[in-house]
């Protein structure tokens, strides 16, 4: 029997659909120019593209950003530099604890601290640093999800990262902007019953993780969303500074824990999942080996965390405690200086970067001596994501967009900063 | 740890490119004579000694009391042989240009950009210099040092006492 | 008993069908977005109250929920999206970036979303707890059932209920030109 009526398939390279498959003129198009603007339902920041599109096919985009710009290195001129710590939290908002390390981080290598953290301090930022990892990447996939119409997985999704925004609330007070970290260590220690909360967490999440697979993995939909969609190469990674999940998804083996190991990572035991082909199915599913990595990290760090100081010993860099400032003269007067002109951070530049949910996290700081910062850059690994999209998108179908740019997890506060 | 990259640019370049290296903190630093620019970078990109194939970085600093005024910074980084290295260019307040780097790295687009949309450093032969943070009826350029934190420009304003 | 009384009960029950139907525009940009997902998640079920499922569409909602900053380049856009909404409409401003401009007091970020739009209930907080966000649509919901909200207002002005000129209370708004003079009330306002 003649199989003309069978639907075409799908070219998997670039979703490109011969005309001739359906044995049929070709229709007279004209390129339509096609916004879609800066508010739209796809909850993934605000981003306005502005497309050429011939019928479905999209010959040009121009992706203009800006939505957001919050103008992070304005206010930090202006701020001392822990009043910094509110501004970092709000660049990639749904993982702010690993802004939090890569800021305090850059300030400690540039006043030459950084060996003295002590080393409970260095376990709990990469606690939660690794805890933010996963909310992350457990936002950009329940998302993703949602925005192709998966509802379920998002809901899972949002369930488990409920019970780890309550966790970071018994820690440091606030669910999502945290600010728990300082110069020096941290803002006070971990709660009591911290560990067992969490890996009460953790089992929890193995099976909310597993609920997930089921429903997406071999779903013929997702899939087909997904599959050789928006290929990136690793010539374009290094062309552009493309790192983190996407950076990895095309092959290119590149993790700041594991390159150049900071905090205490190099004594953990993990893997880092690097994909093959970087079309949007890889980038899901770095994302999802990523989360249980983290999850293996954390068991890791909670049986080998030691007691001990949560901050550094020094009356220049810390705050006295309150008992002392409430009763002697010299603590309040240190609390004052402390607080009023900020810390003295020696004049020079450094450049601090880490692994944070989208990649290489890079500040480059600027100080002149004194206690604010002559100019505190944020390289944000987003921006560097979003900019190979008008490439990607060109010749994909306008309903590709949609997994494409939310699994580039562009977060505006990144971007924009 | 990037000793040999400055080794090896030293050696390499010898006519007065390179103003001046160093190292602070961890971090090795080169200072390159702004017409150098596109030399010195595509030769760290391509040398099998260096192979510094990722662009990191790139973005201006605004020294504002001393001469040049304008720094332009660029990081670059080698996966393959896992070392940076952080250029700077000069480029003065009367003439604030620097050739573009966007045939070396195409991601460095994006990054001149801002550089330029924020301190107003003209990118000599970039394909597209647009203001991207900003909105294009924007006067000036926000994060030079004399431009005031608070001036708005606003686009949309209600009238005052208006219940729409 | 006269007509009043029925069109007072007519109004009443009208007013408690849209508090509890409320279709929202969720204008999501920053942080505030994380807190407003986790109000529509199972655990602080927004679905509850009625306002569950956003509408993608300003055209087919009438709760306009500003969630995150808004810059001074997103102002027409935002202004726009309002205009396009349908009366009776009310406006949201979540989180205290879009009430005042929270602690980002600078050159790009418009200092509270009521410079462009007028709003009914402001949440503050950065971000604001999901309680806060149920208490104020809570509040947002008695202010519908008295008819209080600003499109309501306005909407009985216009069928003349009150004795006001519309014109005194619904002037265009004014497109300022950008440039040096940024800041400055435009000429003739008052």
Redesign the interface.
Known sequence: MDNTLAPPTRKVVLGIQEPSDFDAPELPTEPLPLNMGPSHPAMHGTVRMVLEVEGEKISSADVQIGYLHRCFEKESEYATWTQIFPYTDRLNYISPMLNNVGYAMAVEKLMGIAALIPERAQYIRVIVGEISRMTDHMTCLGASAMELGAFTPFLYMLKAREWLFELLEEVCGARLTVSYLRIGGCAWDLPVGFADKLRNILDRTKDVLVDVSKLLDRNRIFRDRLDGIGIITQADCLQYGITGPVGRSTGLAYDVRKDAPYLVYDRFDFDVPVGSLGDNFDRYAVRVEEIKQSMRILEQALDQIPAGPYVINDPRIILPPKSETYNSIEAMIAHFKIIMDGIHVPAGEVYSYSEAGNGELGFYLVSDGTGRPWKCRVRPPCFASTSILPKLLEGLFIADIVPTFGLINMIGGECDR | MSQNVLDRVKGQFTAGELLETGS????E?ARVRRDAWVTVATFLRDDPATKM?????L?V??RFSSEPRFDV?L?LYS?SL?H?V?LYAGAPEEDPSVDTLCPV???A???ER?AYD?YGVRFKGHPDLR?????P????H??RKD??????????????N??? | MGLDFYTGKLADAVNWARKFSLFSYPFVTACCGMEYMSVAAPKYDIARFGAEFPRFSPRQADLLIIVGTITERQGPALRRIYDQMCEPKWVIAFGVCASTGGFYQNYSTMPGCDQVIPVDVYIPGCPPRPEQVLDALILLQERIQRGEGHSQVQLKVESGHYDVPTTAIRPRTAHLPGGESGGKAPEGAG
């Open positions: 602070q903190h961890g971090d630093w194939e990722m662009f990191i970085d973005t600093v605004d910074v990081h996966v896992k940076r952080r790295w195409a991601g687009n994006w990054f801002e924020l203001r991207i943070l900003m909105y009826e924007f006067v000036g926000p994060l431009y005031p934190k608070e001036k708005r420009q606003p686009l949309v304003r209600r009238q005052p208006s219940v729409d």
